[in-house]
């Protein structure tokens, strides 16, 4: 199955390169912009055939290393 | 003391921080492979500055799951003293010995110089060197300094005299000027600067000379 993991900054959690990059969508004439969030994308497959399972192992790897809670939100998605 | 130095792949500041242990110390400290999954016999562990991992997911984070890391975790709960500069520090807090995480700097600009700092708490072995509300030239170097934690974490910090370095000018953003922390038992220091490289007036002084000393006779 895969798995693809999304994490981001949590509210409150200053993003500088957010905030760079709505500078440069302003300085693009973009207005209206706000808000902007960097995040990342993890993706990876695993060699499970029960979508729980793969979830729950998922669920491990972010606790133990792909996020870290003090600053980061993480979200999981299971795919076949 | 008998200081032993984890060395990461990409750390750079090993060879520096064992200069200024041996020059506090009369001999060279043991430099341990992050592979390693036992320490030597050692009475003060040091996590070097550098780029462990290329800094690769967050800075610090893969080094702090390195086979070494479960014996100086071990070491450090049960008393061990656990310095940690720059990279180190971040390893620390990934690690959960130290409270919080090192985010960007807000500026988003790798800060490279010399900056003054307060010392907050000259009760720690690793601040015995100096007297509470000095002021030390340290170097930083680093992309990754800006200190965050919640308010109730960093109240807790400084209520509890846990806050060892302030910045005089905060060069990167973190939280209530904060450069150094200690854990809850004392025995874990975390920073940005880097005394080590204050360790000869051919480097722009000796800062950094007074506190390798200060611990040094605290450790003795």
């Not at chain 2, 792949?9 to 043991?30: F, H, M, W, Y």
């Not at chain 2, 061990?80 to 919080?100: D, K, M, R, S, Y």
């Not at chain 2, 920073?191 to 003795?220: C, N, Y």
Request: with cysteine; proline share 5%; net charge negative.
């Amino acid at each position: 199955m895969k798995a693809k993991i999304t994490i981001t900054l949590k509210d409150g959690v200053l993003d500088p390169q957010g905030k760079a990059i709505e500078r440069a969508l302003k300085g693009l004439g973009f207005d209206g912009v706000f808000d902007v969030r960097q995040g990342k994308e993890i993706e990876l497959k695993l060699d499970e055939t029960d979508e729980a399972a793969a979830r729950a192992k998922a669920e491990e790897m972010c606790r133990k290393l792909l996020a870290n809670p003090v600053m980061e939100n993480y979200a999981i998605e299971i795919t076949a | 003391m008998k200081p032993a130095v984890i060395v990461f792949p990409a750390s750079n500041c090993d060879r520096d921080i064992a200069v200024a242990l041996e020059q506090a110390t009369g001999k060279p400290p043991a430099m341990v492979w992050h592979g390693d999954t036992t320490l030597p016999e050692t009475d003060f562990i040091v996590l070097p500055g550098g780029f462990s991992y290329g800094d690769y997911l967050r800075s610090g984070a893969m080094a702090a799951k390195s086979p070494i890391m479960r014996d100086v975790i071990e070491k450090a709960k049960a008393g061990t003293p656990v310095l940690g500069v720059c990279n180190g520090f971040q390893i620390l807090c990934e690690a959960g010995l130290l409270p919080g995480a090192l985010l960007r700097n807000a500026e988003l600009n790798f800060v490279c110089r010399t900056v003054t700092l307060k010392v907050e708490n000259s009760q720690s072995m690793f601040t015995s060197g100096f007297e509470k509300g000095q002021y030390v030239d340290f170097p930083v170097a680093h992309h990754d300094g800006n200190y965050f934690a919640d308010d109730e974490t960093l109240n807790r910090l400084e209520g509890d005299g846990r806050v060892a370095f302030r910045y005089l000018d905060n060069p990167n953003g973190s939280a209530r000027d904060i450069a150094g922390i200690l854990n809850d038992a004392g025995n874990v220091l975390g920073l940005m600067p880097h005394p080590e490289r204050m360790i000869s007036p051919l480097l722009g002084g000796l800062d950094g000379t007074a506190f390798f000393k200060g611990l040094a006779g605290a450790a003795a």
